[in-house]
């Protein structure tokens, strides 16, 4: 895929735990952790919004475009 989350990047500099980021964004641990290794077809912008809100950070951080070889 040519989408490559950094999720788990951020979360790191912000010092945040998947537990505690699926409880502040409302969202299970299972799906936070098919969003962090990329495995979802999918994300909304809801949770994207709210993502960018607990980790102050923009869409960008998170998601970054790179060219299928």
């Given at each position: 895929m040519a989408i490559i989350v950094n999720l788990d990047v951020i979360m790191a500099k912000r010092k945040i735990s998947s537990n505690e980021l699926a409880e502040k964004i409302d969202i299970?641990?299972?799906?936070l952790s098919i969003l962090k290794t990329g495995k979802a077809k999918a994300v909304r912008f809801s949770t994207l919004d709210k993502i960018c809100k607990v980790l102050d950070c923009q869409p960008g951080d998170i998601l970054e475009w790179c060219e299928d070889d």
């Open positions: 299970t641990p299972a799906n």
